[in-house]
């Protein structure tokens, strides 16, 4: 595997090269099977597969989740060689961000909703660095997990609205033996913590429940909801253990 240490580096190695069989998996880094998926789908399309670890500051309203982001570093080079991944590459904040947080990508609908409603400037975040990332790697197929399902929608309609040569492609939700929807935040619950977010999924999916019925459950069992609501089709929460913040979303059955 490549490993490029900064966006210059990745530039002089990658200058005239094939893009047309390029595929990118971006990512915060704290790698697991979730990641995993997305990574062995990109390596099978992809002739050049390429992963990103950047945690980007912008899409962090609240500066301890920012500090308190996992780091594993060496782990996640280990488990992208055993991946068959050909270039790792770890952007400077100073290369993404040369003009400070002046230059953005917004949307306006979308991303003011469920996790937009009360981290402004999350999804303005994301969309941004996404774009950078993909126009720097001029990536032809980029994966993202529909764990954040939010986040995959909105990064499909920037594509199509800026004409971007560039397929998004949504990936299923990976979960434990339990439901848990695999997060690098997960190593962040204790083990009666991990015991109740064990328990969310299935509540989630039980359609014969409504969205306040399951936000109550949630209540009483010690999680701090913010939000449990239905659209697009499918069923989504956020809801606090601690001062960890726990996502999830099904697709509706009835
Ligand atoms: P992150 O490192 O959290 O920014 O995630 C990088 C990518 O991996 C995003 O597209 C996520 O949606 C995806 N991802 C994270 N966890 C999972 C999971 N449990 N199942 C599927 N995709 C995931």
Not at 149 to 163: N, P, T
Not at 171 to 195: F, P
Not at 214 to 232: K, M, N, P
């Amino acid at each position: 595997m490549n490993i490029h240490g900064s966006v210059a580096e990745w530039m002089k190695a990658s200058s005239g090269g094939d893009v047309s069989a390029r595929g990118l998996v971006p990512t915060m880094g704290a790698l697991h099977e979730g990641h995993g998926s997305l990574i062995r789908q990109c390596v099978s399309e992809n002739a050049q597969s390429i992963v990103t670890i950047y945690v980007n500051p912008t899409q962090f309203e609240n500066p301890d989740d920012l500090g308190n982001y996992p780091d594993s570093l060496q782990d996640d080079i280990r488990y992208l060689e055993s991946l068959g991944v050909t270039d790792l590459i770890l952007p400077q904040y100073s290369e993404l961000y040369p003009f400070d947080f002046t230059i953005f990508v917004d949307e306006s609908l979308d991303s003011k909703v469920l996790c937009g409603r009360n981290r402004v400037g999350h999804f303005k975040g994301v969309l941004s660095v996404v774009m950078k990332l993909i126009n720097l790697t001029q990536a032809r197929q980029v994966y993202f997990g529909k764990k954040d399902y939010q986040q995959y929608r909105l990064v499909s309609k920037m594509v199509e609205a800026y004409f971007m040569p560039t397929r998004i492609i949504g990936m299923d939700t990976v979960r434990d033996e339990y439901g848990l929807a695999l997060s690098s935040r997960n190593r962040r619950l204790s083990s009666d913590q991990l015991e109740l977010a064990r328990k969310m999924n299935r509540l989630l999916a039980d359609m014969s429940l409504n969205t306040n019925q399951i936000a109550s459950q949630l209540s009483d069992w010690g999680f701090q909801v913010d939000y449990c609501e239905e659209r697009w089709g499918r069923r989504f929460v956020a809801a606090f253990l601690g001062e960890v913040r726990l996502i999830d979303n099904v697709e509706m059955t009835r």
